[in-house]
């Protein structure tokens, strides 16, 4: 305990480290208690975030602020309107189909396994077998329930979409053209003693912008790649697969991993154990290489490298406090608490000021 009578001394003793702690305690209690509420908020923030790095280039080439903003905001409407009226049609129309072939899959699937047993008679048993087709179904039925129940309710997400897809654009609108202001009315709110609070912000400004930019054109990279390589293939459900794989590439390795069944798994009833199904496998296990041998470290060369057992923890846990929103600035956020630990003085430096305080 005294030990940490101690630490405690020390650290409220420093003005810096308690408005740092403050800070980050008030963002926290914000996010935990608002976090619904504020969505379309933060949603525009990382949207605004997105569009800040085209708005910067047009600044830097004597374009004036305004017409900036603008250019890129319409670009950004254009956009919205093909995602919600040409990509989520096509969506739900490949997912009704695949919804519709599922039985057919299951059966497909039920007639595979059947076979083990008399392939493996050493490995597999009938019973085994009979076991695993009996979860497969129960857990067919739980999704077939979830899926009703949220359609019942779905009126209510309609709703809530359209409140969404006017508040947004709004707000990122005026997030992009009010920067400064916005930036310069938070400091105003801020203590005058803050440094530490300052260089751990500017670490993560730029830690989160090029992390929320890069990713964004990792979406886009690989969502084109599958969605034509699967085209070239033939494969069914072209752009669904092809969206899911983009969009696996925010949760690093766990995406990438869950997202393979679902790609294989349309390709084996697709086509069996074929040639075909060898191709799409080498092509798909191909791009995921790239992935993150090549692009990866060409989009995220200026973001602080962190290691894969702090990348998992930290997608568990912002993931468990904040849902999606916590996985996709798992890494960010895992910045956010090194920049804070690099940044934290000292017990030598943290006891020098306090003997300057007391002098």
């Known amino acids: 305990m005294q030990l940490i009578f101690q630490w405690l001394r020390r650290t409220f003793s420093d003005p810096q480290l308690v408005v740092l702690l403050s800070l980050l305690l008030g963002g926290f209690v914000i996010v935990i208690t608002m976090g619904d509420m504020l969505a379309p908020v933060l949603a525009s923030i990382v949207i605004a975030y997105l569009l800040e790095g085209l708005v910067a280039p047009l600044q830097r080439l004597g374009v004036p602020r305004m017409i900036a903003v603008v250019f890129v905001f319409i670009l950004f409407l254009i956009v919205l309107g093909l995602i919600l009226f040409g990509l989520m049609p096509l969506l739900s129309r490949q997912?009704?189909?695949?919804v519709q072939q599922l039985p057919n899959m299951l059966a497909q699937g039920q007639q595979a396994l059947m076979m083990l047993p008399?392939?493996?008679?050493?490995?597999?048993?009938?019973?085994?077998?009979?076991?695993?087709?009996?979860?497969?179904g129960s857990e067919a039925g739980n999704i077939g329930q979830k899926v009703?129940?949220?359609?019942?309710?779905?009126?209510?997400g309609v709703i809530t979409l359209l409140v969404y897809l006017v508040l947004m654009p709004l707000?990122?609108?005026?997030?992009?053209?009010?920067?400064?202001?916005?930036?310069?009315?938070?400091?105003?709110?801020?203590?005058?003693?803050?440094?530490?609070?300052?260089?751990?912000?500017?670490?993560?400004?730029?830690?989160?912008?090029?992390?929320?930019?890069?990713?964004?054109?990792?979406?886009?990279?690989?969502?084109?790649?599958s969605y034509v390589t699967f085209t070239l293939l033939g494969l069914q459900y072209a752009m669904l697969l092809g969206v899911l794989v983009g969009l696996s590439v925010i949760i690093p390795y766990i995406g990438a991993t869950v997202v393979t069944f679902p790609v294989l798994a349309v390709g084996w009833f697709q086509w069996g154990w074929t040639a075909d199904f060898g191709w799409l496998a080498l092509a798909y296990f191909i791009i995921q290489g790239l992935d993150g041998n090549v692009l990866v470290p060409l989009l995220f060369s200026e973001v602080v490298s962190l290691h894969p057992i702090a990348i998992i923890v930290a997608i568990l846990v912002f993931g468990g406090f904040w849902g999606f929103w916590g996985v996709f600035f798992a890494i960010p956020l895992a910045t956010l608490v090194n920049a804070v630990i690099q940044a934290w003085p000292s017990r030598d430096e943290l006891d020098d000021r306090l003997q300057k305080q007391r002098a």
């Open 148 to 156: 009703l129940s949220w359609s019942l309710s779905s009126v209510v």
């Open 118 to 136: 008399e392939k493996y008679p050493e490995l597999i048993t009938a019973d085994q077998v009979q076991e695993v087709i009996g979860t497969i």
């Open 171 to 225: 707000l990122v609108f005026f997030f992009l053209k009010d920067k400064q202001l916005v930036l310069s009315w938070i400091a105003g709110m801020m203590p005058q003693d803050r440094k530490i609070a300052l260089h751990v912000w500017r670490e993560v400004d730029v830690q989160i912008s090029n992390y929320v930019r890069g990713k964004f054109w990792e979406i886009i990279i690989i969502w084109s790649a």
């Open 95 to 98: 997912v009704t189909q695949l």
